[in-house]
C-alpha cells in the first residue's frame, strides 16, 4: 500500500502540474491549434459554435430546448449562438409542423463542409498529438483517461 502511494506522489511531483491541470494544458493547446486555421480563414468559428453545429449534426432536427437540456447552457447563449450560425447560413429552421412554436435546426450545406474542415483538423491535431506512441500505447492512454473521466463521474 505504500508503494501505491508513494507512486501517487512521485507523479505529482512531476514539475509544476498535476495531472488534471496537464490534461487541461493540452486540452487548450488542441483546441487553439484546432480553431486557428478557421479563425484566420474565411469562417471564423469559435468553440463554442463549432460545439452547436457538431450537437446539430448528431441530432439532426433536434431543437433549441434539446441543445439546452442536453448541454446545460443558457439558453440565452445559445439562442444568440443559433441566431448567429442561422444567419451566417450555417443552420437552417423548420418549423414543427403540429406545434409551430417549436423549429427544428439541422445543418446547411455549408455548415456541413466547416463541419468537415474542423473534424479532418481534429484527425490531423490527433495524429500529431499522438504522434509515435504505438497502437498499445494509444490504447493504455484511452484506457487510463477512461478510468479519470469514470472516477470523476462516480465522484460525489
Known amino acids: 500500500m505504500r508503494k501505491s502511494n508513494d507512486n ?3 507523479s505529482l511531483e512531476h514539475g509544476d502540474q498535476d495531472v488534471l491541470e496537464l490534461i487541461h ?24 459554435e463549432s460545439k452547436v453545429l457538431t450537437y446539430f449534426a448528431r441530432h439532426a432536427n433536434a431543437t433549441q430546448s434539446d441543445l439546452a437540456r442536453d ?8 439562442a ?43 484527425t490531423r491535431l490527433t495524429s500529431r498529438a499522438i504522434g509515435g506512441f504505438s497502437p498499445q500505447e494509444q490504447a493504455q492512454l484511452f484506457a487510463l483517461l477512461q478510468r479519470v473521466k469514470q472516477n470523476l463521474d462516480h465522484a460525489g
Open 8 to 10: 501517487v506522489n512521485h
Open 25 to 48: 494544458t493540452v486540452m487548450h493547446q488542441y483546441r487553439s491549434q484546432q480553431f486557428q486555421a478557421l479563425r484566420h480563414g474565411a469562417h471564423d468559428i469559435t468553440h463554442m
Open 71 to 78: 448541454s446545460g447552457r443558457d439558453k440565452a447563449q445559445l
Open 80 to 122: 444568440r449562438l443559433i441566431k448567429g450560425l442561422r444567419d451566417r447560413g450555417l443552420l437552417e429552421a423548420i418549423a414543427d409542423e403540429s406545434d409551430r412554436r417549436h423549429v427544428h435546426l439541422s445543418l446547411t450545406p455549408e455548415g456541413n463542409a466547416i463541419l468537415s474542415e474542423l473534424q479532418t483538423q481534429a
